[in-house]
């Protein structure tokens, strides 16, 4: 049975940092590729960068390049979304996703079109 566990999700000044946890099970990293996305109230849901063990990983979203990262631990069966120099609009619910292939599409449509199982969330909420 394929799971994604996401956790980490807490509320943080403005300017802080989290590291969001995707566990997983029933599959292996090192045949899948994974996805972070966001959810911010009133907004649809947005790409923000995925990982693979062959491949490397990709980013998607301007607006958090050069504070967001994402790693991989095979072993521990966890992506992480490593998120630095928080603020406001970062508030929003964090999932993880599988993509059903073992690369990083470069669209970000064809991210959402090979997305096969999501998490159910985390709640990130930062204040100024």
């Known amino acids: 049975q394929v799971q994604l566990v996401e956790s980490g999700g807490d509320s943080v000044q403005s300017g802080g940092s989290l590291t969001l946890s995707c566990t997983v099970s029933g599959f292996s990293l090192d045949y899948y590729a994974i996805a972070w996305f966001r959810q911010a109230p009133g907004k649809e849901r947005e790409a923000l960068l995925c990982i693979s063990k062959q491949y490397g990983d990709e980013d998607y979203a301007d607006s958090v390049k050069g504070r967001f990262t994402i790693a991989r631990d095979s072993g521990q069966n966890t992506v992480y979304l490593q998120m630095n120099d928080l603020k406001p609009d970062d508030t929003a619910d964090y999932y993880c996703?599988?993509?059903?292939?073992?690369?990083?599409?470069?669209?970000?449509?064809?991210?959402?079109?090979?997305?096969?199982?999501w998490g159910q969330g985390t709640r990130v909420t930062v204040s100024s």
């Open positions: 996703a599988r993509i059903a292939a073992n690369s990083c599409p470069l669209r970000i449509s064809t991210l959402f079109s090979w997305r096969d199982y």
